[in-house]
T-cell receptor, first 111, second 112 residues
Framework: QQPVQSPQAVILREGEDAVINCSSS?????VHWYRQKHGEAPVFLMI?????EQKGHEKISASFNEKKQQSSLYLTASQLSYSGTYFC????????????FGKGNQVVVIP | EAQVTQNPRYLITVTGKKLTVTCSQN?????MSWYRQDPGLGLRQIYY???????DKGDVPEGYKVSRKEKRNFPLILESPSPNQTSLYFC???????????FGPGTRLTVL
């Protein structure tokens, strides 16, 4: 039931764009995205809810395809600070806030 | 400041010596969870709690216990730690379903 994240790693230059993906085999209520820097706690980026509502705190966009149970996170005009490991957490349709996290997408932004 | 705190941040112990990792949140959140993070495996849920006195197993509960006697506290107990429990542990809390999970700073545990 762990979601599958792809690609495993991305290297991009400052200013370039990237898309990272999260796919689940289960019907979902919400998808959460977090970014983790080495040795630190995961930090919230975005929540996408069934029905299209989005909640986010940063200028990062994402989409949630409810039919396919897939979510994509769009890193646009990447900055050095975008480097880190991105985790998606999926919440099943029961909405019990019990998140299953993927193994992460490692993103490295170079000057 | 709204936060989730964990103690201790680092712990080295020996096999079989009972230990407790504390977790506390000051946001009046209903939901609390414990995760362990191992290289290449992502975050795996150990236990979660939907409210006071309501706890349930996550994906990897073996060897762990929890309790939720007060809303703000959710301690993780290892009755008889073993080396395969060496890991980075995170506590998290959230207001409810579909809401942000706030993570504590993490506890790095080494069991010799």
């Amino acid at each position: 039931q762990q979601p599958v994240q792809s690609p495993q790693a991305v290297i991009l230059r400052e200013g370039e764009d990237a898309v990272i993906n999260c796919s689940s085999s289960k019907a979902l209520y919400s998808v959460h995205w977090y970014r983790q820097k080495h040795g630190e706690a995961p930090v919230f980026l975005m929540i996408l809810l069934k029905g299209g509502e989005q909640k986010g705190h940063e200028k990062i966009s994402a989409s949630f395809n409810e039919k396919k149970q897939q979510s994509s996170l769009y890193l646009t005009a990447s900055q050095l600070s975008y480097s880190g490991t991105y985790f998606c957490g999926t919440e099943p349709q029961s909405g019990n806030n019990r998140l299953a996290f993927g193994k992460g997408n490692q993103v490295v932004v170079i000057p | 400041e709204a936060q989730v705190t964990q103690n201790p941040r680092y712990l080295i112990t020996v096999t079989g010596k009972k230990l407790t990792v504390t977790c506390s949140q000051n946001m009046n959140h209903e939901y609390m969870s414990w995760y362990r993070q191992d290289p290449g495996l992502g975050l795996r849920q150990i236990y979660y709690s939907m409210n006071v006195e309501v706890t349930d197993k996550g994906d990897v509960p073996e060897g762990y216990k929890v309790s939720r006697k007060e809303k703000r506290n959710f301690p993780l107990i290892l009755e008889s730690p073993s080396p395969n429990q060496t890991s980075l542990y995170f506590c998290a809390s959230s207001l409810g379903s579909g809401d942000t999970q706030y993570f504590g700073p993490g506890t790095r545990l080494t069991v010799l």
